[in-house]
């Protein structure tokens, strides 16, 4: 490890040891990062698997620290194809990729807005005006991109050590002109850690991957495209198939799915009442702004709100799904979420 990468180490049940810089460090202190904290990896799934619990907060230090373990490999083969200050930022965007997520965080981002727009109207504005659906809520990546580039305690940190946000938003998103896509590919960082972390917290033996023998066989060719040599071919056709059967037992299960519904429907059932952010707009000035409104914008978000409304005798369709979600989160009462939101189908 470089001894700029020992300012500070961190102690992981995944990766060990994970070391890092005075930047990352500033950053990681920062009061938007530890936001991260309150984001739960999974979502619900922690209701079937009860040790998911693990947030975003360390899901993103764990990231950082196989790029770095990636970076290391690819200079090992060819000590020229990636400068330090390349290093620097790819470290940088690792660490920063899930700083825009929402709260639980996939779920708000997969609700139907579309079809709940004309629920949604503007005063001062014209018939035509209010038939137009308000701007969608931006992807992860995009509020993401917004956070890192225009909140203050970010920007400025990456800007006091020469480094320009825009750049760092742009290693994120793929989109830099120069160095290589390391976190967004059909083989990256971000799946690497992730597939390990969830399988270890769930306890189940599917995402467990053969990490040291993947990143010792990676390869950049010329052409600054993520190879592997073929003698890993069977490590990484079994991530794959860790990668699927992830999704079939945890991802994508019939229960964490369900409350994960349960609560889409009450996102956008508040969504449509005015009671949560009505547009895009909205969430994004919040992200932006040098306010404390966006370092609450995590699962406790939700939960509040869930509480608030689950003895709302006005609102009983919405009351019962709030219940719901509260009276199994509290029990462990398995049969409730399903008959509550029998009664408001």
């Known amino acids: 490890m470089r001894e700029e990468y020992r300012h500070k ?17 500033e950053l990681i202190d920062t ?44 200079r090992s083969k060819d000590e020229r194809c990636l400068s330090d200050d390349d290093c620097r930022k ?23 807005w579309d079809s709940a727009g004309k629920y949604i109207s503007r005063k001062g504005q014209t018939q035509a005006a209010e038939a137009a659906a308000p701007k969608k809520y931006p992807k992860h990546a995009e509020l993401g991109e917004l956070v890192i580039t225009q909140r203050k305690d970010i920007k400025e940190k990456l800007k006091d050590e020469g480094i320009d946000p825009k750049e ?10 120069s160095i290589p896509n390391i976190l967004s590919a059909s083989l990256d960082v971000d799946r690497l850690d ?27 060719t010329d052409e600054k495209e993520i190879v592997v040599r073929a003698k890993a071919r069977n490590s990484i056709e079994h991530m794959l198939m860790a ?10 299960h019939k ?26 707009e909205q969430i994004e000035q919040m992200a932006i702004s040098d306010s404390e409104e966006f370092l609450t ?37 398995w049969r409730a979420v399903f008959g509550y939101v029998t009664l408001c189908l």
């Not at 180490?9 to 460090?25: N, Q, R, Y």
């Not at 938003?169 to 002109?177: M, P």
């Not at 270890?200 to 066989?217: E, F, H, S, W």
């Not at 990668?243 to 994508?252: A, I, K, L, S």
């Open 9 to 25: 180490i961190i102690i992981d049940p995944v990766h060990g040891d994970i070391g890092l810089s005075k930047l990352e460090t």
């Open 31 to 74: 009061p938007t990062f530890q936001r991260l904290r309150g984001i739960k990896q999974l979502g619900f799934a922690y209701m079937v698997y009860p040790n998911a619990r693990h947030s975003r907060f360390e899901h993103s230090l764990g990231v950082m620290h196989m790029m770095s373990r990636v970076l290391d490999s690819f």
């Open 90 to 112: 790819l470290r940088l965007a690792a660490l920063l990729h899930d700083i825009g997520h929402y709260p639980y965080s996939h779920l708000m981002e997969k609700i139907d």
């Open 168 to 177: 760092i938003a742009a290693l994120i998103t793929g989109q830099h002109e």
């Open 194 to 220: 992730y597939l390990a972390r969830d399988a270890l917290n769930t306890g189940l033996p599917y995402g467990k991957i053969d990490l040291n023998y993947i990143v010792n066989n990676l390869e950049l």
């Open 243 to 252: 990668r699927y059967f992830m999704f079939n037992t945890v991802y994508m």
């Open 255 to 280: 229960t964490v799915f369900a409350f994960e519904e349960v609560v889409r429907r009450i996102v956008r059932t508040l969504w449509e009442k005015g009671k949560i952010y009505k547009s895009g």
């Open 297 to 333: 914008f995590h699962d406790g978000y939700l939960d509040k709100l869930i509480d608030d409304y689950a003895d709302n005798k006005r609102e009983t369709k919405l009351a019962a799904l709030c219940k719901a979600i509260k009276l199994v989160s509290v029990k462990i009462n």
